[in-house]
T-cell receptor, first 112, second 114 residues
């Protein structure tokens, strides 16, 4: 079957670094996404990993290990506006790669 | 603004009503998606259209009926819904070719079934 696990909530301090982990199980892995969703708003794309390793994009980095079914999102120099839910999602190669399975999201609270 | 619009933003309907949700994308994408988001649950993929053909129907009850008349527009027709169908319905679009297929989401329609 297909399953994605990520922590429900995390709290971190402004200016700090936080790592949000995601583990997944899928029969046809074809890429992993991270999305950010502020309360009451639509999810917005943050990063995409299909090969093992680290992808860096400004304050945000995402890591993938396909053999371990594991990814993390690293947020540096946290700002109050980073308080949001972070969704881990895995693309399935079936149906031409259109099927994306989402985790329940990790709600991040950034405190002053 | 992500280039994906949805109307209405809020909808309250009775179980015997018929209504439709509309989604429009201005990004030149040719794949469109409907998702359901309930409180504290993962986004659930409902339907996917690529080049106006349905490529994924994720065991969704027949009281939800999608329509994709062209690559820019997507509808979700609703009839005889149940209270448990109350949720945020999100539309998204993406390219259907290329490496990542990242999806761009609309703001959603908050649906309440009474």
């Amino acid at each position: 079957g297909q399953n994605i696990d990520q922590p429900t909530e995390m709290t971190a301090t402004e200016g700090a670094i936080v790592q949000i982990n995601c583990t997944y199980q899928t029969s046809g892995f074809n890429g992993l996404f991270w999305y950010q969703q502020h309360a009451g708003e639509a999810p917005t794309f943050l990063s995409y990993n299909v090969l093992d390793g680290l992808e860096e994009k400004g304050r945000f980095s995402s890591f993938l290990s396909r053999s371990k079914g594991y990814s993390y999102l690293l947020l540096k120099e946290l700002q109050m506006k980073d308080s949001a839910s972070y969704l881990c999602a895995v693309r399935d190669i079936n149906t031409g790669g259109f099927k994306t399975i989402f985790g329940a999201g990790t709600r991040l609270f950034v405190k002053a | 603004e992500t280039g994906v619009t949805q109307t209405p933003r809020h909808l309250v309907m009775g179980m015997t009503n018929k209504k439709s949700l509309k989604c429009e994308q201005h990004l030149g994408h040719n794949a469109m998606y409907w998702y359901k988001q309930s409180a504290k649950k993962p986004l659930e993929l409902m339907f996917v259209y690529s080049l106006e053909e349905r490529v994924e129907n994720n065991s969704v009850p027949s009281r939800f009926s999608p329509e994709c008349p062209n690559s820019s527009h997507l509808f979700l027709h609703l009839h005889t819904l149940q209270p448990e169908d109350s949720a945020l319905y999100l539309c998204a679009s993406s390219h259907s070719q290329g490496s990542s297929y990242e999806q761009y989401f609309g703001p959603g329609t908050r649906l309440t079934v009474t």
